[in-house]
């Protein structure tokens, strides 16, 4: 007699294949983006703010504060699945073999359906469709500093407090790279205290990955672009930074479109939010010969702040 138990000892090897598959795939972006689990429908992403330079104390009068405040981003999860049928007839004829692949290709698929989401952040991130909580795409010149709270889920820009810019209009060079580093250090918080940051990191289109090689790679301890004031080959102030190509397909950067990020700071502030991390159900049905799998999983993605990266490109 044929029982069930063929179906049991199935997950043992589609959960397994599927669990290592995501993770192997995920792993590429994982210097560049932080997760959170949820438990409600809708999950806020905070920027930075605070209460700003503490003043001067008299001995006798205690000084009030107000936190001054930066933006929410406001993340709604949407839910993700496909379905695999395995036949006993498979399972038996090559049951170790076909259960791997099964669980893998699963992996594989909801891994790159949350990778693809999370190019696609980079790809819209001039698009003035796509907004973040300030109101503004990811990459713009006119970031609002501050909010002055929030109507509803609204938080409306503080005019007083100006404005900021995470664009450089520049091609991707050496030049390029220390510029953005410039400004980004040159930036404030909404509480108006210096924004501490470490531009560490790289992202680049697969066209522009070559040159990235020659500018990070291990023999570049040396500049490969000339120096302007000596027309010599000096120190590479880059050397030592490291990069990651952001595209893929029709998604992420593309052509001349590079960018340069704080990559503690943007694993705080650009997440994937789970309300169910990517994972293999096993489907009870009547059909004592079918064994259904699903890859399921419930996440969005977003970002808080835009301090934390400059976008570059010609």
Not at 245 to 256: A, E, M, Q, R, S
Request: proline share 5%; hydrophobic share 35%; glycine share 10%.
């Amino acid at each position: 007699m044929i029982g069930t138990e063929w179906k049991t000892d199935n997950y043992k090897f589609v959960g397994k294949a599927f669990d290592y598959s995501y993770a192997n795939r995920m792993n590429k972006l994982a210097a560049v983006i932080g997760s959170k689990n949820s438990k409600s429908i809708d999950y806020e992403i905070a920027g930075t703010g605070g209460y700003g330079e503490l003043s001067r104390y008299d001995g006798t009068n205690l000084n009030n504060g107000k936190m001054s405040r930066g933006f929410k981003t406001i993340i709604t999860p949407q839910e993700y699945s496909k379905s695999i049928d395995i036949t006993y007839k498979q399972a038996k004829v090559d049951k170790l073999g076909e259960c791997r692949k099964v669980g893998k290709r699963l992996g594989d698929s909801a891994a790159m359906t949350v990778y693809l989401h999370i190019l696609r952040c980079f790809a819209r991130a001039f698009n003035p469709k796509y907004l973040g909580g300030d109101g503004k795409p990811w990459a713009a010149e006119d970031h609002p500093v501050a909010s002055m709270g929030s109507q509803g889920r609204l938080y409306v820009p503080d005019p007083e407090a100006g404005t900021f810019s995470n664009i450089l209009k520049k091609s991707f060079s050496v030049s390029a790279i220390t510029e953005a580093q410039t400004m980004a250090n040159r930036m404030v918080t909404p509480d108006g205290l210096p924004f501490l940051c470490e531009m560490d990191t790289v992202l680049v289109s697969p066209e522009l990955e070559e040159k990235a090689k020659k500018i990070f790679g291990p023999e570049a301890k040396l500049t490969p672009e000339k120096d302007p004031e000596s027309d010599i080959n000096g120190a590479n102030p880059v050397y030592g930074m490291k990069y990651i190509v952001v595209g893929g397909g029709n998604d992420g950067f593309t052509g001349d479109q590079w960018a340069v990020c704080d990559r503690n700071l943007m694993q705080e502030l650009f997440n994937i939010v789970y309300i169910t991390k990517p994972t293999d159900i096993q489907s009870e049905l009547d059909n004592p010969l079918i064994d259904k799998h699903t890859a399921y999983v419930d996440f969005g993605v977003g970002w808080g702040d835009a301090r934390q990266i400059i976008f570059g490109r010609a």
